[in-house]
């Protein structure tokens, strides 16, 4: 044993000495292959966890389809699930934790568009790439602009442009505007008065908007307010259980328009609804029954690896909701470090500012000015029918979806008011 001891620490000896020498020395597999370090910053408890853990499901997804190409630079890449509780300052402490801790190299989220805020900000401080999955607030990538955010998903403007684009050609007639109180919910009332009216038709009007607080128990009050004033169709951009219990209250209380939702496509949102969710619309990037064959391969790999890796949530997550982009959105990541052949914040986004990539719903491009993806819309409606009922008989989206082209959403650079896009 004594011996063995001699003969390992004059080995190190000699290899210090060649290494200050300047001569190459080898270094081992584990030491070369360190993982890079992804986090995830999500609402993980709280009245709205149940849409982190489907994030974080996505998201380890794609890690994992990552990791299947080689990972990124050679390495292969974690995932670390840090809990945002839904509250901006905590937000920014997981960030740090993740970062100066934990040696995260990108930081993540894809809920509340106050969170994202903050964390462009602190990305900004710590000198690391924050990606956007799922923050639609106008100001994120426009006022508020902070040059090491990208952003995966539509902003608020041109989701509102797809469902005013939709309803536009339809027959509906009075809009009422019902949002959850925070920064994203008047982005949305404010954006969707925008939009429509640059598309509507003469007879068609908005007549009234209403904001309630998150996690709201009883819509009875805003309920009785649209109530009085007759919409045909009630726009929103509720999500988590603020989306299914505002659906479902409103049938039961005698409410006959509609929802044209930004979030309906979601299993979660649709089982809290049931049946109240017929006929109603919804509009996003990405859709489950797009038919391209690279999303339609992704549906199937996406079943499979939930049924083996995650058994424990329900079959309604089988079927893809529109936070199946963040997986996508990892993929692209992928392939943006491998172009930058880096993993420093300058050199990345260097390599992304006009990329185009081939997602899994068609061609999306990264614009330079402003980083905020340009990509189609698409619009489904909720009906009893689809193609998905062997494995829920809940509504779903029928039939192929109406494609809005990218060009018809696009804001132009210099009405964002990111100062780079003049």
Request: charge should be positive.
């Amino acid at each position: 044993m004594k011996i063995g001891k001699q003969i390992a620490g004059g080995a190190l000896v000699v290899w210090l000495l060649l290494s200050l020498m300047g001569f190459p020395v080898a270094v081992s597999a584990q030491a070369q292959k360190q993982p890079v370090v992804l986090a995830l910053i999500e609402p993980l408890s709280g009245p709205f966890k149940d849409v982190g853990t489907e994030v974080a499901a996505f998201v380890e997804y794609g890690v994992e389809q990552l990791n299947a190409k080689g990972g990124v630079l050679g390495q292969p890449v974690k995932l670390k699930l840090y809990d945002n509780q839904m509250k901006p300052d905590v937000a920014i402490r997981m960030a740090k934790k993740a970062v100066l801790e934990d040696g995260a190299k990108i930081i993540m989220n894809n809920t509340n568009s106050a969170v994202g805020l903050a964390l462009s900000k602190v990305a900004m401080e710590l000198g690391v790439i924050h990606l956007i999955l799922h923050n639609e607030a106008d100001e994120i990538m426009g006022t508020e602009f902070q040059l090491n955010s990208f952003r995966v998903c539509l902003s608020t403007s041109m989701h509102s442009g797809i469902l005013a684009h939709y309803f536009a050609t339809t027959p509906h007639k009075r809009f009422y505007l019902l949002n959850q109180d925070y920064a994203f919910g008047h982005a949305v009332a404010d954006s969707f008065k925008k939009m429509f009216q640059k598309v509507k038709r003469a007879d068609q009007e908005i007549v009234g908007e209403e904001f309630h607080p998150m996690a709201t128990k009883d819509f009875g009050p805003y309920v009785t307010k649209a109530l009085a004033l007759k919409p045909d169709v009630v726009i929103t951009g509720n999500f988590g259980p603020d989306l299914g219990n505002l659906i479902k209250q409103s049938k039961s209380l005698g409410l006959k328009a509609i929802f044209g939702a930004y979030f309906l496509d979601s299993a979660m949102h649709i089982s809290q609804a049931g049946e109240a969710a017929l006929g109603s619309v919804t509009g996003d990037c990405y859709l489950a029954t797009v038919k391209t064959k690279k999303n339609q391969e992704f549906v199937k790999g996406w079943q499979a690896w939930l049924k083996k890796n995650h058994p424990e949530m329900s079959s309604v997550y089988l079927v893809p909701s529109s936070i199946a982009l963040d997986a996508d959105a990892i993929l692209w990541l992928g392939e943006v470090i491998n172009l930058a052949k880096s993993m420093e914040a300058a050199k990345i986004i260097k390599a992304w500012e006009g990329m185009e990539y081939d997602g899994l719903t068609g061609k999306m491009t990264m614009r330079a000015c402003d980083h905020q993806v340009q990509r189609a819309g698409f619009v489904g409606v909720m009906q009893a029918n689809h193609a998905f009922r062997n494995i829920h008989n809940l509504p779903f989206l029928s039939g192929d979806p109406i494609v809005i082209p990218a060009e018809k959403i696009t804001i132009p650079p210099k009405d964002t008011g990111n100062p780079r896009c003049k």
